[in-house]
C-alpha cells in the first residue's frame, strides 16, 4: 500500500507532497527535495502499529 502524505519543507516553509510505501519498515528516513526551493529534507516517516496513518516530519538534511 502507497500513501500520499505532506510534508512543511524545513528550509522555506512551504507545503510538499510525498509517498510513502506502508509495506516498508514503520520508521523509515529518506532524502527529499523540496518541490519549491529544491534543497533537500530528510523526512522521518512513522507510520501507525496497524499501518492506517502516516506521518512525516522534515528536518534540514
Known sequence: MVYEAE???A???EL???TV???EDAHQQYVEDCQ???RPN???IQLSEDRESVTV???MD
Open 42 to 44: 530528510l523526512l522521518d
Open 16 to 18: 510538499n507532497t510525498t
Open 57 to 59: 516530519d522534515a528536518l
Open 21 to 23: 510505501d506502508a509495506t
Open 7 to 9: 510534508f512543511i519543507c
Open 36 to 38: 519549491v526551493c529544491c
Open 11 to 13: 528550509f522555506c516553509g
